[in-house]
């Protein structure tokens, strides 16, 4: 189970997990954000300390409708316990957990000052 709260300002935060050019964990404060469809977003800063490969470009429509092109990087990610392939997009705002990593979870909010936040890996049957 990933555990997180709700700031005074209303964001869910979480803490995810990535794999650093050496092998090591290194967690990284994340906002959930499900109105994005992707994986995540983090600054060019944690891109580098993280020492992620470049994977090329990707193309996202944007909440006002636009479309915009993002830098794409490969990082590996702890979720519920496993590693597992994620795709990070650099961008220039405060990092984002979208919904692709999300998907065969239960997420809890409560949605207050200081709030819980819960990420449970559903059960889902083959």
């Given amino acids: 189970m990933i555990k997180g709260t709700v700031t005074g300002d ?3 935060l979480v803490s995810v997990d990535l794999v650093d050019s050496n092998g090591l964990l290194q967690p990284i ?3 959930l954000d499900t109105g994005f469809t992707g994986y995540l977003t983090l600054p060019t800063d ?3 300390e993280l020492g992620l490969p470049s994977v090329g470009r ?3 429509e944007l909440a006002n409708g636009g479309l915009f092109e993002f830098e794409a ?3 590996a990610e702890s979720w519920h316990g496993r590693l597992r392939d994620a795709i990070v997009l650099q961008s220039n705002s405060a990092p984002l957990l979208g919904m692709t990593p999300l998907w065969g979870s ?3 909010v409560d949605a207050l000052a200081d709030g ?3 990420i449970e ?3 889902l049957s083959v």
């Fill in 10 to 12: 209303q964001q869910a």
């Fill in 121 to 123: 890996e559903l059960q």
């Fill in 116 to 118: 819980q936040v819960t």
């Fill in 46 to 48: 944690s891109i580098q």
């Fill in 73 to 75: 990087f490969l990082a």
């Fill in 29 to 31: 404060e994340v906002i």
């Fill in 58 to 60: 990707r193309t996202f």
């Fill in 106 to 108: 239960r997420v809890t």
